[in-house]
């Protein structure tokens, strides 16, 4: 094995087995192959979990594998994300406030999202998970934010991004706000009057270039 779809297929299989160990060594494994770090996100351990949930979904996985299959998926990460912040440099796009919601304690995406926003010249404070409306809005304030990035995983969450936009306009911050995560759409974004959405990390980074006038 050394080719890089057989790798892609390995750290997917890592994944949705929960094999942490072996998910960290096929990512240094995928860098060594010289495999884009973006590429083995999204092409091996995007699919992984996906496929986890999907079989969570279907009564097939139980929390436990559930559980197991997310830690796989964060070991392999933290092998990744430093290469993926390689080609940073820049720090003066902008200020960026990201978290995910309160009550929702899903952070993968979302730290996908931060980092690849570090990684292209944002300068990104990342309040974790579970942050509620009044963080945000605090955190925003102290580093005087261009962006506040909600992620939101569960249907019962999402409606925590409409609370943040009404607590960042009330408090009149001039930060816009971008939300995102698995069930969120542009047409939820447009409903609670977000200022923008991106269903993936890529896109995110082209929004907020967008969001602050930065357009490539
Ligand atoms: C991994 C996982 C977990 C892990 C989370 C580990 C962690 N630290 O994050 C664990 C096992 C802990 C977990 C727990 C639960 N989970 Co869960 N989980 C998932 C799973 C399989 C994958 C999520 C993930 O990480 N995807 C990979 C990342 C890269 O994708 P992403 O998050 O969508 O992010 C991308 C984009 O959405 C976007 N993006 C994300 N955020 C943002 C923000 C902004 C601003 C922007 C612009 C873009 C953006 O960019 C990202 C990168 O490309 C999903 C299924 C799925 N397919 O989504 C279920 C899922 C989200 N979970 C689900 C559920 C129900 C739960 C639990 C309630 C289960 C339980 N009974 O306890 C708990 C939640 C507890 C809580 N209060 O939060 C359901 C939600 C159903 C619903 N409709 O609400 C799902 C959909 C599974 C299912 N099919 O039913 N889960």
Redesign the pocket.
């Known amino acids: 094995m050394g080719q890089p779809e057989d790798i892609l297929l390995e750290l997917n299989k890592a994944v949705l087995a929960g094999d942490e160990a072996g998910a960290r060594e096929l990512a240094g494994r995928a860098l060594g192959a010289g495999i884009a770090p973006l590429a083995a996100?999204?092409g091996g351990?995007?699919p992984g979990?996906?496929e986890?949930?999907?079989l969570?979904?279907e009564g097939e996985y139980f929390?436990p594998e559930?559980?197991a299959?997310?830690?796989a998926?964060?070991a392999a990460m933290a092998v990744l994300q430093p290469a993926l912040a390689v080609d940073g440099g820049r720090r003066g796009l902008g200020r960026v406030v990201?978290g995910?919601v309160e009550?929702?304690?899903?952070?993968?995406?979302?730290?996908?999202?931060g980092t690849?926003l570090a990684a292209n010249g944002f300068e990104v404070f990342d309040e974790g998970?579970?942050v509620p409306p009044s963080r945000f809005v605090a955190r925003a304030r102290h580093v005087d934010a261009d962006l506040l990035?909600?992620?939101?995983?569960?249907?019962?969450?999402?409606s925590r991004q409409r609370d943040l936009v009404a607590a960042a306009r009330e408090a009149g911050l001039r930060a816009k706000v971008?939300?995102?995560?698995?069930?969120?759409t542009q047409a939820w974004a447009d409903a609670i009057g977000a200022d923008?959405?991106?269903?993936?990390?890529?896109?995110?980074v082209a929004?907020?270039r967008r969001l602050v006038g930065r357009d490539a």
């Not at 992620?151 to 019962?156: G, H, R, V």
């Not at 971008?178 to 969120?184: E, H, L, Y």
């Open positions: 996100i999204d351990l995007v979990i996906g986890a949930g999907r969570w979904d929390l559930l559980v299959a997310a830690q998926m964060k990201i995910t009550g929702d304690i899903h952070d993968i995406g979302k730290t996908l999202v690849l998970a579970d990035c909600a992620s939101a995983l569960l249907t019962t969450t999402m971008c939300v995102g995560g698995a069930p969120v923008g959405f991106a269903d993936n990390a890529v896109a995110a929004l907020a």
